[in-house]
T-cell receptor, first 114, second 114 residues
Framework: AQSVTQPDIHITVSEGASLELRCNYSYGATPYLFWYVQSPGQGLQLLLKYFSGDTLVQGIKGFEAEFKRSQSSFNLRKPSVHWSDAAEYFCAVGLKTSYDKVIFGPGTSLSVIP | DAGVTQSPTHLIKTRGQQVTLRCSPKSGHDTVSWYQQALGQGPQFIFQYYEEEERQRGNFPDRFSGHQFPNYSSELNVNALLLGDSALYLC?????????????FGPGTRLTVL
């Protein structure tokens, strides 16, 4: 069955430090991969997406993610975290074989220490 | 170009009541999907509407039903509300034409069941 796992429920980093959020997926066909961010009480904002081509994708707010097919991973990175990055982050996979339905991971909550 | 819009923004109901949530897709889109995001979880797929019919459904009871109108807008209806139905309900729209059709998410409707 298709699934998305985010091993880290909660991560705390200091402002200015680097960040990596992990994501693994299980899907037999070509994955369409996404990272979303959600601030408390808000909707989803798309950070970046991977459909094909270069496996290192750049997104908004200085985020990037790398697709590694051999590891079924799509980890999100940022070289220097800002206090405003504190939020919930969701990795997701779009299922081409299921009318483009999106399967979300459980999310990783990011706290930033000033 | 307006994106996906949802109404109302917030809603409070009591157990046993019925509720209707509304979604207008992004201009040019013909497919609407609905997701439920309970507190502290990732969004879960409820169902998808295309050509005014339910095309696929997630693991949700029959209390959850929907409708799509000729102008592609959609409604989500929930009958006999339970406390556990309290959640953020997200609508996503797409255009069913290509190999993979990206879904664009609305801001959501927050439903509180007392």
């Amino acid at each position: 069955a298709q699934s998305v796992t985010q091993p880290d429920i909660h991560i705390t980093v200091s402002e200015g430090a680097s960040l990596e959020l992990r994501c693994n997926y299980s899907y037999g066909a070509t994955p369409y991969l996404f990272w979303y961010v959600q601030s408390p009480g808000q909707g989803l904002q798309l950070l970046l997406k991977y459909f094909s081509g270069d496996t290192l994708v750049q997104g908004i707010k200085g985020f990037e993610a790398e697709f590694k097919r051999s590891q079924s991973s799509f980890n999100l990175r940022k070289p220097s975290v800002h206090w405003s990055d504190a939020a919930e982050y969701f990795c997701a996979v779009g299922l081409k074989t299921s009318y483009d339905k999106v399967i979300f991971g459980p999310g990783t909550s990011l706290s930033v220490i000033p | 170009d307006a994106g996906v819009t949802q109404s109302p923004t917030h809603l409070i109901k009591t157990r046993g009541q019925q509720v209707t949530l509304r979604c207008s897709p992004k201009s040019g889109h013909d497919t609407v999907s609905w997701y439920q995001q309970a507190l502290g979880q990732g969004p879960q797929f409820i169902f998808q509407y295309y050509e005014e019919e339910e095309r696929q459904r997630g693991n949700f009871p029959d209390r959850f039903s929907g409708h799509q109108f000729p102008n592609y807008s959609s409604e989500l209806n929930v009958n006999a509300l339970l406390l556990g139905d309290s959640a953020l309900y997200l609508c996503a729209s797409s255009l069913s034409v290509g190999d993979y059709n990206e879904q664009f998410f609305g801001p959501g409707t927050r439903l509180t069941v007392l």
